[in-house]
């Protein structure tokens, strides 16, 4: 038997369709459709029904679910305890926001790995949260409290918002037309409406969200109305112009290095963290509080 085979099986299992399985784990649809079969051969039991809607589990594969998903839990711990163990070399898969990834993080970065030839990155810019328990990054930064048990945490620091809009914008456009663009991920998004609408003492209409920081500033640049941004972002685009700042820093957003308990010892993981730390404390006084 194939013990990789059974990642597959719990994956496909939690996706349920054989394009979700292949997206999370990098693979293409025939290569999982492949692995089950083969697992389904080894096992003697017929795992899911193919469905024309997806792939729904067997009473056989409903049952072998707890018990994979154990395994699993066991060979990728075992993985983690030997990664602690390396030399400073191989390659550190670390998770960070796009963009906070690409201004404030990738520098230092850069400058360590000039002094480690051994060492390379697997950098995953989402704002997708990743599991580190399943190794889907050793080291992750995060703009939001860690909720996730089992995990080492340290905040680094608070990022600063601001509202924003294009040159002229405010001095150009009656107040009654102003229009804003909304952050459209979660809560904070809602948070900040109602702090602006607050700051201007009256509602904007709203018809565009998005969940990307970059899209936000690219319609406020693009003269679609006020954004709400974070400075060390919006502050280096001479396109745009303060309209009102976070004085009280209501809309700060944390700033967390998030590790798993088994890999913190990794002299490459270690080595990792401490560029992202320095990283943090070389961010400009203004745009963190």
Not at 256 to 270: K, Y
Request: hydrophobic share 40%.
């Amino acid at each position: 038997m194939n013990w990789n085979d059974l990642r597959y099986f719990v994956v496909l299992a939690g996706e349920g369709t054989l394009s979700g399985a292949a997206r999370k784990l990098g693979k293409d649809h025939t290569t999982v459709a492949r692995r089950i079969e083969a697992l389904e051969q080894d096992v003697g039991a017929r795992l899911f029904d193919r469905l024309g809607t997806g792939w729904s589990l067997t009473d056989a594969g409903e049952n072998l679910v707890p018990v994979a998903a154990k395994i699993e839990e066991d060979v990728l711990a075992f993985e983690r305890q030997a990664r602690g163990d390396e030399t400073a070399h191989g390659v550190v898969r670390i998770a960070v926001p796009p963009v906070a990834g690409r201004i404030l993080f990738a520098p230092r970065l850069a400058e360590l790995l000039k002094d480690q030839r051994d060492l390379e990155y697997e950098i995953l810019g989402s704002s997708v949260i990743a599991n580190l328990a399943r190794r889907e990054a050793d080291v992750a930064v995060r703009m939001a409290t860690p909720d996730q048990s089992g995990l080492i945490a340290r905040k680094l620091t608070d990022i600063r918002y601001a509202v924003y809009a294009v040159r002229g914008y405010t001095a150009n456009v009656p107040e009654k037309d102003w229009e804003f663009c909304a952050d459209g991920r979660n809560s904070f998004g809602d948070y900040q409406q109602g702090w602006v609408w607050d700051q201007l003492n009256r509602k904007l209409p709203m018809r565009v969200k998005s969940d990307d920081t970059q899209t936000v500033l690219a319609f406020v640049a693009a003269g679609y109305g006020l954004g709400l941004l974070p400075r060390y972002l919006a502050d280096e685009d001479d396109r745009l112009e303060l309209v009102t700042d976070d004085v009280t820093n209501e809309l700060s957003k944390p700033v967390w290095l998030v590790v798993h308990p088994d890999i913190r010892r990794s002299p490459a993981v270690r080595m990792v963290m401490d560029a992202l730390i320095k990283a943090t404390d070389a961010i400009p006084d203004q745009y963190k509080c």
